[in-house]
Protein backbone atom coordinates (compact mmCIF):
# COMPACT_ATOMS: atom_id res chain seq x y z
CA UNK A 1 0.00 0.00 0.00
CA UNK A 2 2.69 2.72 1.10
CA UNK A 3 4.52 1.74 -2.28
CA UNK A 4 1.62 2.43 -4.35
CA UNK A 5 0.41 5.37 -2.91
CA UNK A 6 -0.36 8.02 -3.50
CA UNK A 7 0.47 7.07 -7.15
CA UNK A 8 -2.18 5.03 -7.61
CA UNK A 9 -4.80 7.22 -6.23
CA UNK A 10 -3.65 10.04 -8.28
CA UNK A 11 -3.70 8.16 -11.38
CA UNK A 12 -7.79 6.84 -10.43
CA UNK A 13 -8.95 10.65 -9.77
CA UNK A 14 -6.82 12.13 -13.54
CA UNK A 15 -9.15 9.11 -14.79
CA UNK A 16 -12.75 9.89 -13.17
CA UNK A 17 -11.49 13.91 -14.13
CA UNK A 18 -10.74 12.42 -17.96
CA UNK A 19 -14.29 10.52 -18.27
CA UNK A 20 -16.81 12.68 -16.56
CA UNK A 21 -15.16 16.04 -17.98
CA UNK A 22 -15.04 17.70 -14.70
CA UNK A 23 -12.10 18.87 -12.77
CA UNK A 24 -11.91 17.88 -9.26
CA UNK A 25 -12.35 21.15 -6.80
CA UNK A 26 -11.65 19.48 -3.53
CA UNK A 27 -10.31 16.46 -2.03
CA UNK A 28 -12.53 15.60 0.68
CA UNK A 29 -10.62 12.21 2.90
CA UNK A 30 -9.78 10.14 5.24
CA UNK A 31 -7.43 11.87 7.50
CA UNK A 32 -5.52 8.50 7.77
CA UNK A 33 -4.50 8.92 3.81
CA UNK A 34 -2.14 12.06 4.42
CA UNK A 35 -0.83 11.91 0.64
CA UNK A 36 -4.04 13.47 0.08
CA UNK A 37 -2.30 17.02 1.22
CA UNK A 38 0.35 16.16 -1.68
CA UNK A 39 -2.21 15.47 -4.12
CA UNK A 40 -4.05 18.65 -3.59
CA UNK A 41 -0.75 20.64 -3.59
CA UNK A 42 -0.44 19.32 -6.88
CA UNK A 43 -3.58 19.92 -8.37
CA UNK A 44 -4.21 23.04 -7.01
CA UNK A 45 -7.12 22.27 -5.03
CA UNK A 46 -8.33 22.44 -1.06
CA UNK A 47 -7.86 19.34 1.00
CA UNK A 48 -10.70 18.57 3.43
CA UNK A 49 -9.18 16.29 5.78
CA UNK A 50 -11.93 14.00 8.20
CA UNK A 51 -11.22 12.16 11.45
CA UNK A 52 -13.35 9.66 12.56
CA UNK A 53 -12.53 9.45 15.90
CA UNK A 54 -12.62 11.92 18.57
CA UNK A 55 -10.83 14.82 19.45
CA UNK A 56 -8.26 13.46 21.89
CA UNK A 57 -7.40 10.36 20.07
CA UNK A 58 -6.56 13.11 17.49
CA UNK A 59 -4.44 15.38 19.75
CA UNK A 60 -2.54 12.75 20.15
CA UNK A 61 -1.64 11.78 16.69
CA UNK A 62 -1.07 15.31 15.52
CA UNK A 63 1.35 15.63 18.79
CA UNK A 64 3.34 13.00 18.74
CA UNK A 65 7.05 14.66 17.62
CA UNK A 66 6.01 16.54 20.91
CA UNK A 67 4.74 13.59 23.15
CA UNK A 68 8.10 11.79 21.82
CA UNK A 69 10.54 14.47 22.97
CA UNK A 70 8.92 14.39 26.63
CA UNK A 71 8.46 10.99 27.05
CA UNK A 72 9.32 7.50 25.91
CA UNK A 73 8.59 3.65 28.12
CA UNK A 74 10.03 4.28 30.83
CA UNK A 75 7.35 7.14 31.68
CA UNK A 76 4.35 4.87 30.53
CA UNK A 77 2.66 5.85 34.20
CA UNK A 78 3.09 9.33 33.97
CA UNK A 79 0.28 11.87 32.48
CA UNK A 80 0.70 14.07 29.21
CA UNK A 81 0.68 16.69 31.27
CA UNK A 82 2.10 18.61 28.53
CA UNK A 83 -1.26 19.04 26.43
CA UNK A 84 -4.61 20.13 28.28
CA UNK A 85 -6.36 17.95 26.56
CA UNK A 86 -4.25 15.04 27.46
CA UNK A 87 -3.54 16.09 30.74
CA UNK A 88 -5.61 13.12 32.46
CA UNK A 89 -3.91 10.69 30.29
CA UNK A 90 -1.08 8.57 30.52
CA UNK A 91 1.55 7.28 28.41
CA UNK A 92 0.55 3.87 28.42
CA UNK A 93 -3.01 4.77 27.57
CA UNK A 94 -1.93 6.65 24.35
CA UNK A 95 -2.27 4.94 20.61
CA UNK A 96 -0.06 2.33 19.67
CA UNK A 97 2.34 3.96 18.16
CA UNK A 98 2.77 7.06 19.77
CA UNK A 99 5.33 6.22 22.12
CA UNK A 100 4.65 2.21 22.83
CA UNK A 101 4.72 -0.25 20.63
CA UNK A 102 6.49 -0.61 17.33
CA UNK A 103 7.71 3.16 16.14
CA UNK A 104 8.99 1.63 12.94
CA UNK A 105 5.73 -0.37 11.67
CA UNK A 106 4.52 0.97 8.67
CA UNK A 107 1.27 2.16 10.90
CA UNK A 108 2.94 4.08 12.95
CA UNK A 109 5.03 6.01 10.35
CA UNK A 110 1.70 6.37 8.43
CA UNK A 111 0.07 8.18 11.43
CA UNK A 112 2.95 10.27 11.85
CA UNK A 113 3.00 11.41 8.78
CA UNK A 114 -0.54 12.09 9.27
CA UNK A 115 0.07 14.61 12.14
CA UNK A 116 2.51 16.54 10.25
CA UNK A 117 0.90 17.25 6.84
CA UNK A 118 -2.19 17.78 8.80
CA UNK A 119 -1.08 21.17 9.11
CA UNK A 120 -1.38 21.50 5.30
CA UNK A 121 -5.25 20.87 4.89
CA UNK A 122 -7.81 23.56 4.54
CA UNK A 123 -10.26 22.14 7.38
CA UNK A 124 -10.09 18.99 9.55
CA UNK A 125 -13.24 17.84 10.00
CA UNK A 126 -13.28 16.06 13.66
CA UNK A 127 -16.02 13.08 14.53
CA UNK A 128 -16.89 15.10 18.05
CA UNK A 129 -18.13 18.67 19.29
CA UNK A 130 -16.43 21.05 21.18
CA UNK A 131 -18.21 20.57 24.39
CA UNK A 132 -17.29 17.13 24.78
CA UNK A 133 -13.86 17.33 24.49
CA UNK A 134 -13.39 21.02 24.82
CA UNK A 135 -9.24 21.03 25.92
CA UNK A 136 -8.60 18.31 23.31
CA UNK A 137 -10.11 20.59 20.71
CA UNK A 138 -8.73 23.83 21.76
CA UNK A 139 -5.08 21.68 21.59
CA UNK A 140 -5.30 20.94 17.53
CA UNK A 141 -6.50 24.69 16.90
CA UNK A 142 -3.02 26.04 17.16
CA UNK A 143 -1.32 24.47 14.47
CA UNK A 144 -4.76 23.79 12.20
CA UNK A 145 -6.22 26.27 9.93
CA UNK A 146 -9.34 25.06 10.63
CA UNK A 147 -11.15 22.58 12.94
CA UNK A 148 -14.55 21.50 12.25
CA UNK A 149 -16.65 19.60 14.76
CA UNK A 150 -19.20 17.26 12.68
CA UNK A 151 -19.96 15.13 15.21
CA UNK A 152 -20.83 12.47 16.51
CA UNK A 153 -21.75 11.11 13.50
CA UNK A 154 -23.58 8.23 14.97
CA UNK A 155 -26.47 10.05 15.30
CA UNK A 156 -26.87 9.84 11.29
CA UNK A 157 -27.01 6.71 11.00
CA UNK A 158 -29.92 4.80 11.23
CA UNK A 159 -30.89 2.30 13.90
CA UNK A 160 -31.32 -1.10 12.19
CA UNK A 161 -33.38 -3.43 13.59
CA UNK A 162 -33.06 -6.29 16.45
CA UNK A 163 -35.68 -8.33 14.59
CA UNK A 164 -34.54 -12.04 13.90
CA UNK A 165 -37.69 -12.63 12.05
CA UNK A 166 -36.07 -13.64 8.89
CA UNK A 167 -32.70 -15.98 10.13
CA UNK A 168 -34.49 -17.35 13.19
CA UNK A 169 -31.40 -17.14 14.45
CA UNK A 170 -31.53 -16.12 18.06
CA UNK A 171 -34.57 -18.15 18.70
CA UNK A 172 -32.10 -21.00 17.21
CA UNK A 173 -29.35 -20.57 19.42
CA UNK A 174 -32.01 -20.62 22.29
CA UNK A 175 -32.54 -24.26 21.91
CA UNK A 176 -28.79 -25.20 22.61
CA UNK A 177 -26.74 -26.02 25.34
CA UNK A 178 -24.38 -23.14 26.90
CA UNK A 179 -21.22 -23.51 25.04
CA UNK A 180 -22.53 -25.84 22.87
CA UNK A 181 -22.12 -23.84 19.95
CA UNK A 182 -20.37 -21.59 17.72
CA UNK A 183 -21.72 -18.00 16.76
CA UNK A 184 -20.16 -15.66 14.47
CA UNK A 185 -21.78 -12.69 13.29
CA UNK A 186 -20.36 -10.41 10.77
CA UNK A 187 -23.09 -7.51 11.26
CA UNK A 188 -23.92 -5.28 8.27
CA UNK A 189 -21.15 -2.97 8.39
CA UNK A 190 -17.93 -4.77 8.13
CA UNK A 191 -18.16 -8.20 5.94
CA UNK A 192 -15.22 -10.40 4.96
CA UNK A 193 -15.13 -11.18 0.57
CA UNK A 194 -17.33 -14.37 0.41
CA UNK A 195 -13.53 -16.28 -0.32
CA UNK A 196 -13.27 -15.71 3.28
CA UNK A 197 -16.29 -16.87 4.71
CA UNK A 198 -16.54 -19.34 2.59
CA UNK A 199 -12.69 -20.73 4.34
CA UNK A 200 -14.52 -20.13 7.76
CA UNK A 201 -17.03 -22.02 7.06
CA UNK A 202 -15.15 -25.18 5.86
CA UNK A 203 -13.11 -24.53 8.99
CA UNK A 204 -15.93 -24.49 11.32
CA UNK A 205 -17.60 -27.68 9.10
CA UNK A 206 -14.69 -29.79 9.82
CA UNK A 207 -14.81 -29.07 13.50
CA UNK A 208 -17.83 -31.12 13.55
CA UNK A 209 -19.92 -28.83 15.34
CA UNK A 210 -23.71 -27.29 14.22
CA UNK A 211 -23.43 -23.86 12.95
CA UNK A 212 -25.54 -21.37 10.84
CA UNK A 213 -24.75 -18.19 8.69
CA UNK A 214 -25.58 -15.04 10.04
CA UNK A 215 -24.92 -12.44 7.22
CA UNK A 216 -27.59 -9.69 7.65
CA UNK A 217 -28.75 -7.92 4.59
CA UNK A 218 -24.81 -7.31 2.97
CA UNK A 219 -25.16 -10.63 1.42
CA UNK A 220 -28.34 -11.14 0.73
Not at 20 to 34: M, P, Q
Not at 147 to 168: H, K
Not at 175 to 196: A, D, K, Q
Request: aromatic content about 8%.
Amino acid sequence: FLEATPENFYKIVKQAEADSGVKVSCILADAFLWFANDMAEVMGVPWLAFWAAGATSFSAHVYTDLIRAHFSIENEEANVKILPGLSAVRVSDLPEGVVCGDLESPLSKMLQDMGTKLAGATAVAINSFEELEPAATSDSKPILRNVLNVGPSTITVPLLSNSDDTSGCLEWLDTRESGSVVYIGFGNVLVPPPSEIVALAEALASSKRPFIWSLQDTMR
